[in-house]
C-alpha cells in the first residue's frame, strides 16, 4: 500500500511543480515516475512498476481509447491519406532507423530491425490526450491524426504476430461480426440512463468486452477498446457516455505516464541511445509534414497533425517486452519515449502559434489541389456567426433564426457541420484558428459574433483576429471557468458570460416567471 501512496504523492507534487512553467501535467507524471524509480528502492519499495500502478495503467489506456473511438466515423479511417501516410511513413520510418541502431547500438540485424519498427510508430495515447485537452479531436486534423494512429496499431498487430510468432486465433475472425452487435449495444445504452450505470456500461463495453474480451480471441485488447467506441461513435448519446467516462480516464491515465517513467532508469548506453533518437526524432514530424502534402492536404493541416504524431509510441516498450531479441533495448526505449514526450507535449500547446510564425515557410510546400474538406468556406448572406456547433452553439442558433436573424455555424468538425447542413441548417466547416480561414472570410454582412466553442485558444484567437480584420460588431462568448471571463474580453470579446451561472439565471426568471403566473401564489 505505501507504493501506491508513494506514487500518488509523487504525482501529485511534480504535476502541480510543472504547472507554473505552462507545461502539460503529463510532463510532471512523467518526471514522477523517474523519481520513484530512483529513489523508492531506499524506503524498501520496488524500482519497477508496482502490479497495481501497472493495472490502473492498462485500465487509463482501454478507456481512452474507447472514448477515442466514440468520436470517431468509421469512414475516415479509409481515407486515402489516413491509410496512405501511415503505411509509407512506417516503411519510411524503419528504413531510416534500422541502419542507425545497427550502426552504433546492436550488430544484430534483427534486433536492429526491432528497435526500428517500435519506434517507427506514434503514441496514440499522447496523441489523443493532447487533441481532447484542446478540444480538437473533431477538426480535420484531429481526425487525421487519430486515424494513422488506428491504422498503425493493426500495423502493430500484424509485427507483433510475425515477430512473437504467436498467431491471432481463428476466434478473430469474429472481430467482423461487432456491427451486428450494434443493435444490441444500443439498446444497451438506451437503457443504462444518465446516472452511474451509465458510467458501468461504458467501463463493462472498454475494459470487460473490449478489453478481455478481444485478448480471449487472440488480439490486442487496445484494439477491442477502440473498435467498441468506433461501433457507438453513431449514437446520439455518444458524446455524453465520454463525458461521463472523463474523470476516470484522466485518473488512471496518471498510472500509465508514471509507469512509462518507472521502465527503468538509464545507464550511459541508454542516455547515448536516447540523444541518438532525439536527433532522429524531428524527421519523424517532417516526414509526417511532406507526406501529407502529397496527399493534398494543406499545409497549416499537415504541420498540426505531424506535431501531433511527431513523439515515439508506447508500442516500443510492448515490442521491447513481447520479443525476447529486443529485451535488451527495453530500457533505453524507455528513455527514448519519455524524452519525445516531453518534447512533444509542450510543442502541441504551442502548435496553433508555432503555425503563424512559420506559415510563409511552411505554405511554400503546399499544393494547388486541395483535399476536398480543406476548400475555403463561404458565409452567404449570414448576418451572425456563429463558432462552435455543440450544445450552445445550436441552441443559439435556433434562437436567433427564431429571431429573424441569418446566422451561420462554424465547426472544425466535418461531420457534425454536415449533419447540421443535413439537418437544414446553415453550418459550414471551418476553424476558428485557422488562419486560412480568415484570409478568405467576408465579413461585410455580419452584425454579431457568438463563440460557443469550448477551447479558450480557440476563442481568444477568434476574438483577436475579428478585431484585427476591423470588425466593430458585438463578441459575445461563453466561459467555463471565472479566470477566462477576463482574458476572452481582453482579447476582443464585448461580453464573456459564465456557462452555468447563466444557466442558473434562466432557470430562476423561469421560476419566477412561473410564480407569477401562478394564481395560487
Given at each position: 500500500m505505501i507504493f501506491e501512496v508513494f506514487a500518488i504523492g509523487a504525482a501529485f507534487v511534480f504535476g502541480l511543480a510543472v504547472r507554473p512553467f505552462g507545461l502539460p501535467p503529463l510532463i510532471g507524471f512523467l518526471a514522477a515516475g523517474f523519481f520513484i524509480n530512483a529513489v523508492g528502492p531506499r524506503f524498501g519499495m520496488p524500482s519497477e512498476t508496482g502490479p497495481i500502478l501497472e493495472y490502473i495503467a492498462n485500465l487509463g489506456v482501454l478507456i481512452l481509447l474507447f472514448t477515442v473511438g466514440l468520436k470517431l466515423k468509421l469512414r475516415q479511417i479509409g481515407e486515402p491519406h489516413v491509410v496512405g501516410v501511415s503505411l509509407l511513413h512506417f516503411v519510411l520510418s524503419a528504413v531510416l532507423i534500422t541502419p542507425v541502431a545497427r550502426l552504433l547500438f546492436t550488430s544484430d540485424w534483427t534486433v536492429a530491425l526491432l528497435v526500428g519498427i517500435g519506434l517507427a510508430f506514434s503514441s496514440t495515447v499522447l496523441a489523443a490526450k493532447m487533441l481532447e485537452a484542446k478540444g480538437e479531436m473533431g477538426s480535420f486534423y484531429g481526425r487525421a491524426a487519430i486515424g494513422i494512429l488506428i491504422v498503425q496499431d493493426i500495423i502493430a498487430l500484424v509485427v507483433l504476430a510475425i515477430f512473437s510468432g504467436t498467431v491471432p486465433e481463428p476466434w478473430a475472425l469474429l472481430i467482423f461480426a461487432v456491427p451486428l452487435l450494434r443493435p444490441v449495444l444500443y439498446k444497451l445504452l438506451d437503457f443504462a440512463g444518465h446516472d452511474e450505470v451509465l458510467i458501468l456500461a461504458g467501463m463493462a463495453l472498454a475494459l470487460v468486452i473490449g478489453g478481455y474480451g478481444f485478448e480471449l480471441i487472440g488480439l490486442k485488447g487496445e484494439i477491442g477498446a477502440l473498435v467498441m467506441g468506433l461501433a457507438l461513435s453513431n449514437h446520439p448519446r455518444a458524446s455524453e457516455l465520454s463525458n461521463s467516462l472523463w474523470s476516470l480516464k484522466e485518473l488512471f491515465l496518471v498510472g500509465f505516464f508514471l509507469s512509462i517513467g518507472m521502465s527503468g532508469l538509464p545507464d550511459w548506453n541508454a542516455i547515448v541511445f536516447a540523444l541518438a533518437m532525439g536527433v532522429v526524432l524531428p524527421l519523424k514530424a517532417i516526414m509526417f509534414f511532406f507526406l501529407l502534402v502529397a496527399f493534398r492536404l494543406r499545409a497549416r493541416t499537415a504541420f498540426l497533425t505531424s506535431l501531433a504524431l511527431g513523439v515515439?509510441?508506447?508500442?516500443?516498450?510492448?515490442?521491447?517486452?513481447?520479443?525476447?531479441?529486443?529485451?535488451?533495448?527495453?530500457?533505453?526505449?524507455?528513455?527514448?519515449?519519455?524524452?519525445?514526450?516531453?518534447?512533444?507535449?509542450?510543442?502541441?500547446?504551442?502548435?496553433?502559434?508555432?503555425?503563424?510564425?512559420?506559415?510563409?515557410?511552411?505554405?511554400?510546400?503546399?499544393?494547388?489541389?486541395?483535399?476536398?474538406?480543406?476548400?475555403?468556406?463561404?458565409?452567404?448572406?449570414?448576418?451572425?456567426?456563429?463558432?462552435?456547433?455543440?450544445?450552445?452553439?445550436s441552441a443559439t442558433y435556433e434562437a436567433l433564426s427564431d429571431g429573424g436573424l441569418r446566422p451561420v455555424g462554424i465547426d472544425a468538425d466535418t461531420y457534425k457541420a454536415r449533419a447540421h447542413a443535413e439537418a437544414g441548417r446553415n453550418v459550414v466547416s471551418a476553424d476558428a484558428q485557422d488562419s486560412n480561414f480568415w484570409k478568405g472570410v467576408k465579413l461585410d454582412h455580419i452584425k454579431a459574433a457568438v463563440l460557443a466553442m469550448d477551447s479558450l485558444e480557440a476563442k481568444l484567437i477568434a476574438s483577436r483576429t475579428l478585431r484585427a480584420k476591423g470588425f466593430t460588431g458585438p463578441i459575445v462568448s461563453h466561459a467555463l471557468h471565472e479566470e477566462h471571463v477576463a482574458m476572452i474580453k481582453e482579447a476582443g470579446a464585448s461580453t464573456a458570460y459564465l456557462t452555468m451561472r447563466e444557466a442558473g439565471r434562466s432557470l430562476a426568471n423561469d421560476a419566477i416567471a412561473a410564480i407569477e403566473a401562478d394564481p395560487a401564489s
Open positions: 515515439y509510441s508506447e508500442f516500443g516498450l510492448i515490442v521491447a517486452a513481447g520479443i525476447p531479441a529486443a529485451e535488451p533495448f527495453l530500457v533505453p526505449l524507455a528513455i527514448a519515449v519519455s524524452m519525445s514526450f516531453l518534447i512533444g507535449a509542450p510543442l502541441n500547446r504551442l502548435a496553433h502559434p508555432l503555425f503563424e510564425r512559420f506559415e510563409p515557410q511552411l505554405l511554400r510546400f503546399e499544393r494547388k489541389t486541395l483535399h476536398p474538406d480543406e476548400q475555403p468556406t463561404d458565409l452567404g448572406d449570414a448576418d451572425v456567426l456563429i463558432f462552435g456547433m455543440g450544445r450552445i452553439g
